[in-house]
């Protein structure tokens, strides 16, 4: 690993996707540009398909953004593929010694890259913090607490005990990368869960870098909100399937209660809701996420896949190895 007197010849890699981000891509790009770092950086907006005007968007901010590139993700004619395809392709096009990765629909914040390209200097794999406030309204706040990697990553709660975070967070040192591959197109969702386990399963601690914060922008209607805890609950389950990793004991009987239980639940918050209870939409949005996010589990354990034995005997003899990393996480 570089030392952080060696960061400043560092040059970083900033990857965009993007795919008809039109209507969010300017507050992105706007802060892009008043991002620096020593080493240098480029920008490089990755095109999966889009049909608005974000790539005329896109160029408006040429004369603001030096370093930016547009690289195509999508073949006219072919499926469109989903985000982790569009990072490949965009690390393909890469010039630097990092990747530090961003959304079209978020923000990041003022030193964001400089503290991504100094945790980037001394570490393999960084992760930004998230805020969940600034660029939501205030019933899409977190119900408990500042949310998901606003004070550090996510954990297992049982063995091997792997962290997760957001790709929208992500640094990787380019040496990492063509160690450990590229991002699995197998998890359109869950694809920067299953990186940062392959990390750990391959001995590298990930990074809670706290001074890079990302403004995360969460999904506004209740239609998308059920439809990203679908999704995410889907893969989740897929990812723990392919590393043949426990969800809990008796799954289906219960994931069955655990739907049973949210369906009066929810009943309940929509008739607060109807009557206008203070806090009734935050807990609508609160419940309408997690019953997709069930639902999506549901439909994966009931097609009971058979799990791989190579996988589960790889991921038992890794967890010793996950946990020392777990532990240099933990310990800053």
């Known amino acids: ?40 950086w480029e920008l490089i907006v990755v095109n999966n398909g889009s049909t608005d005007g ?7 901010w040429r004369d603001r953004l030096p370093g930016l590139k547009i690289v195509q993700a999508h073949l006219p004619g072919t499926p469109r593929l989903g985000v982790p395809h569009s990072y490949n392709t965009g690390i393909q096009a890469a010039t630097g010694e990092a990747f530090v990765f961003c959304e079209a629909d978020d923000e990041v914040a003022p030193g964001w890259l400089r503290a991504m390209g100094r945790a980037l200097s001394v570490h393999d794999f960084v992760l930004a913090r998230l805020d969940h406030r600034k660029l939501n309204a205030e019933w899409l706040h977190p119900p408990q607490g500042e949310g998901y990697q606003s004070a550090g990553l996510y954990r297992m709660p049982f063995a091997p005990y792997f962290y997760s975070a957001s790709a929208c967070g992500f640094g990787l040192r380019r040496s990492l990368y063509e160690k450990l591959g590229p991002l699995n197109t197998d998890f359109p969702i869950v694809h920067d869960g299953e990186y940062c386990w392959r990390a750990q399963l391959a001995g590298h601690a990930l990074h809670f870098e706290p001074e890079a914060l990302v403004h995360y922008r969460e999904k506004s209607t209740l239609r998308d909100r059920y439809r990203q805890g679908r999704n995410w609950g889907r893969d989740t389950t897929r990812l723990h399937q392919h590393y043949a990793t426990p969800m809990g004991r008796l799954g289906l009987a219960r994931h069955l209660v655990t739907m049973a239980r949210l369906l009066p639940h929810g009943a309940g918050v929509l008739l607060l809701r109807a009557v206008r209870w203070p806090g009734a939409q935050a807990m609508v949005a609160e419940w ?6 069930e639902a999506g589990k549901l439909q994966l354990v009931l097609n009971k896949p058979t799990l791989s034995t190579k996988k589960a005997l790889a991921t038992a003899t890794a967890v010793a190895a996950t946990a020392a990393a777990a532990d240099q996480v933990a310990s800053g």
């Open 1 to 40: 690993m570089q030392t952080e007197s060696a960061s400043k010849s560092m040059k970083l890699s900033v990857i965009l996707p993007c795919f008809n981000g039109e209507a969010t891509l300017a507050v992105q790009l706007e802060a892009l540009t008043v991002q620096d770092w020593p080493g240098g």
């Open 54 to 60: 974000s790539m005329a968007m896109v160029e408006l």
């Open 288 to 293: 309408v996420w997690n019953f997709g996010w």
